[in-house]
């Protein structure tokens, strides 16, 4: 049973506009969100986080809203540039359990076209 | 500062066998996690390492064994090896207050691919 999903294993989107990738959890005890970019023979890096007691995040041209009665949670990033062409992952973590212990999906894989 | 460092890159080994991974800590972080990643997925815990201890598992046997050094490096140990084993195993430290609670961030390492034949 997976506990974190990521149901777009990939998004296409024209640079300049928005990307939307989207996450869906079940497990009730999560209560903190990231969100990590994979480049190619490279680890995931860290792109921002939310935790449950907020409803959205802005970090320059990324925001993660966070829809706790939905158990959803969303990374928007505006404006795309190509250079955002990575998988994404996203991640759920209990605040007790400490974000070393994260629940990740599977990813989705953004290109962003010139 | 330094990242996380892990070596080998690449590995091949035969079923039955054992293998040992390495991690490098970035500086100034206390605790190791590790992750598998197989093709197309999404890394699964394994386990986390603080103070020298393990701090967790994930829903992994216990041929997957690892350690903590004092200078916070640390090693994945997989013993007897099967062909579901193929993955790419990352390392992931953090800096954690107290071991168990705060919203900390992992820094990955690139990854070693282990292939078992």
């Known amino acids: 049973d997976q506990q974190v999903k990521q149901n777009s294993p990939s998004l296409s989107v024209q640079e300049g506009r928005i990307s939307i990738l989207n996450c869906d959890y079940t497990?009730?005890?999560?209560?903190?969100f990231l969100w990590y970019k994979k480049y190619p023979a490279e680890g995931p890096t860290f792109l921002i986080s939310i935790s449950s007691i907020k409803d959205k995040n802005e970090d320059g041209r990324f925001t993660v809203f966070l829809n706790k009665s939905a158990k959803h949670l969303s990374l928007h990033i505006v404006p795309s540039q190509p250079g955002d062409s990575a998988v994404y992952f996203c991640a759920a973590s209990g605040w007790r359990t400490n974000a070393g212990k994260s629940t990740f999906g599977d990813g989705t894989t953004l290109t962003v076209k010139p | 500062e330094t990242g996380v460092t892990q070596s080998p890159t690449h590995l091949i080994k035969t079923r039955g066998q054992q293998v040992t991974l390495r991690c490098s800590s970035q500086s100034g972080h206390n605790t190791v996690s590790w992750y598998q990643q197989a093709l197309g997925q999404g890394p699964q815990f394994i386990f986390q390492y603080y103070r020298e201890e393990e701090n967790g598992r994930g829903n992994f046997p216990p041929r997957f064994s690892g350690l903590q050094f004092p200078n916070y490096s640390s090693e994945l140990n997989v013993n007897a090896l099967e062909l579901d084993d193929s993955a790419l195993y990352l390392c992931?430290?953090?800096?954690?207050?107290?071991?168990?609670?705060?919203?900390?961030?992992?820094?990955f390492g690139a990854g070693s691919r282990l292939t078992v034949l």
């Open positions: 497990n009730s005890m999560f209560d903190y």
């Open positions: 992931a430290s953090s800096l954690v207050a107290g071991g168990s609670s705060g919203a900390n961030v992992l820094t």
